[in-house]
């Protein structure tokens, strides 16, 4: 069982940046692939990106590239996704995910409860 906790979501201006965590409680996280998902009010969960266990693999939805990035230390039990250049139309609940394999479906194990990201404009 691994839980995970989402912690830096708030609210930011149009062009501004947030750095999300993902926290895991399992020691052995280094096993498992993290995937970021978000969920805007009235729309389906959707894909962010995802990173393998070890950090070599990365991937990135198209509404994303070149704005997010997202990293992890295991060392911390720890995922990140950086974000910049922030748009009023990725304001909504981002959840991470952890599982066997990077995925851009919603194939993991594990979810967080999520935190909200509001972008004014």
């Known amino acids: 069982q691994v839980q995970l906790v989402e912690s830096g979501g708030g609210l930011v201006q149009a062009g501004g940046s947030l750095r999300l965590s993902c926290t895991a409680s399992?020691?052995?996280?280094?096993?498992?692939?993290v995937g970021w998902f978000r969920q805007a009010p009235g729309k389906e969960r959707e894909f962010v990106a995802t990173?393998?266990?070890?950090?070599?693999?990365?991937y990135y939805a198209d509404s994303v590239r070149g704005r997010f990035t997202i990293s992890r230390d295991n060392a911390k039990n720890t995922v990140y996704l950086q974000m910049s250049s922030l748009k009023p139309e990725d304001t909504a609940i981002y959840y991470c995910?952890?599982?066997?394999?990077?995925?851009?479906?919603?194939?993991?194990?594990?979810w967080g409860q999520g935190t909200q990201v509001t972008v004014s404009s």
């Open positions: 995910a952890a599982g066997p394999t990077t995925s851009t479906t919603n194939e993991y194990n594990y």
């Open positions: 399992r020691r052995t996280f280094s096993n498992y692939a």
């Open positions: 990173i393998s266990g070890s950090g070599g693999r990365t």
